[in-house]
């Protein structure tokens, strides 16, 4: 597959390598041509700027800060068309990079970046992934020993591109699970933003839900139902 890395940052080293090393053809898009250079020769792919990256797979990753969405999808040519019809991979999170404090906009029950980006790239088939485990996860490929792969929830609404999805998540090590629709991407956004607080306070975010008792089969027939 071919797959556009936007963004030269943590997650987009990570899943690009994870992608190269399973065989896929990437390139890596960054507003930096330096930066873009330097991982796309760490990753094992291709540099070049946004918008080329953009334009490059049937797969663009989306890999940002939620405050520089605009600005990167304006670079990208998201306005002129060019993520039309393209499976775009979001895995940003409404959350301040450096501090790691939710964005007003969430705290204000805004739309999801998810959203924001399906109204910025019009004709793009957004699908959210990867927003819940950090980078390090994805550096790996495939998890350590007698560690169960990480369960990486998507939402999206086209089924062609969860399919596509879904098959990247497992070559960069992870398991996917059905999250439901776009609609229920603000969901995953903000259980992450609650996940970052518990880091931050120096606690393990699934220790929160502690284990499930009894074997672990849902008693409801999809994630919209329960
Ligand atoms: N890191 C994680 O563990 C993790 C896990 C799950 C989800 N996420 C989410 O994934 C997204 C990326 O996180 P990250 O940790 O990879 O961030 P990062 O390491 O800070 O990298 C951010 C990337 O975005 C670029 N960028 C920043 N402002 C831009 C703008 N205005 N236009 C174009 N490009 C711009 C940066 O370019 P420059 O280098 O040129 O500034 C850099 O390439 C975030 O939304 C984050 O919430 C992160």
Redesign the pocket.
């Known amino acids: 597959m071919r797959i556009g890395v ?9 899943l690009a390598g994870s992608w190269a090393r399973a065989g896929h053809e990437v390139l890596v898009g ?3 041509a330096a ?1 873009a250079a330097e991982l796309a020769e760490r990753a094992g792919g291709r540099a070049g700027s ?1 918008r080329e990256a953009a334009g490059f797979g049937t797969v663009a990753l989306l ?6 969405l605009g ?2 999808l304006r ?1 990208a040519g998201a306005g002129e068309g060019v993520l039309r019809g393209r499976t775009v991979v979001d ?5 301040d ?1 450096a501090t790691m404090e939710p964005d007003p906009d969430l705290l204000a029950g805004g739309p999801s ?1 998810a959203r924001r980006i399906a109204g910025l790239a019009e004709g793009a088939h957004v699908v959210k992934g ?7 996860v994805w550096r790996r490929s495939a998890p350590g020993p007698g560690e169960a792969r990480v369960t990486v929830p998507l939402c999206g609404d086209d089924e062609d591109a969860l399919t596509v999805v879904r098959t990247l998540v497992r070559d960069a090590g992870g398991e996917p699970a059905d999250g439901g629709g776009l609609e229920r991407a603000g969901l995953l956004e903000a259980a ?1 933003a609650f996940a970052a607080g518990v880091w931050s306070q120096g606690r393990q975010p699934g220790a929160v839900f502690g284990p499930v008792p009894g074997p672990v089969s849902s008693p409801v027939a999809s994630p919209a139902a329960g």
């Open positions: 936007l963004g030269t940052g943590a997650m987009a080293g990570a960054g507003r930096s930066k946004l890999a940002v800060p939620y405050a520089a600005d990167a670079q895995c940003t999170n409404a959350l990079t970046a990867f927003n819940l485990a950090p980078a390090e992450a």
